[in-house]
């Protein structure tokens, strides 16, 4: 297993530097500094290796803290705003601060009230964190990037808690919306295919209209 994290970026570095980050983190164990041996409950297991997943480096920062650096956009490498990653092996009682270093964005909803998503095995619903635990803000320690960090208590041990930036909307999730639209039949709703992106996925063209209207181009 992987021990603690990847190494940090060198004082002077572009906190941007997505060149650092390769693919999601997979199954990944953070261990002490100094930690032989297996993992104990509380060494905290990331993994973003699904899909809309996520999270491509952690560092622990201390005991209770950890810097976590999200991966750009596949067309666009300046723009690091999603994130969607699972926690496992935790304690009871747990209390952990995450810190998002890497937000491309200066503006955000973050400073007006909205707060991450989380939900866990045993509470399957999303809900969002409490907006008094999340801090939006330019940080000097990270040549003065925005930072999203959030304040959070594991309180199952057994569980799997996933963290979001908002509500997860998968490409798989919006292809069997469109199926189950086409097996209805609404002489209003057509659905063809397109071609396919880079990633060998389907690209739809929906038309929604009346059926003389649609034949009448």
Known sequence: MAERSQTAPEAGSDMGNDDAIGGNVSKYVVLP??????????????????????????????????DLSIRPD???????VWFNFTIENVKESQRVIFNIVNFSKTKSLY?????????????????????????YYRCPDHRKNYVMSFAFCFDREEDIYQFAYCYPYTYTRFQHYLDS???????????????QSVQQRQLDLLTITSPAGRWSW
């Open 181 to 195: 639209l086409q097996r209805r039949n609404m002489d209003y709703f057509f659905r063809e295919q397109l071609g």
């Open 111 to 135: 400073r007006d009230g909205m707060a991450p998503m989380v939900k866990s095995t045993s509470r399957p619903k999303w809900q969002r964190l409490p907006p008094k635990n999340v801090y």
């Open 33 to 66: 500094t100094g930690y032989c041996g297996q993992p104990k409950k509380g060494h905290l297991i990331f993994d973003a290796c699904f899909e809309s997943g996520n999270l491509g480096r952690v560092d622990q920062v201390s005991e209770f803290e950890y």
């Open 74 to 80: 596949t067309c666009n490498p300046r723009f690091r």
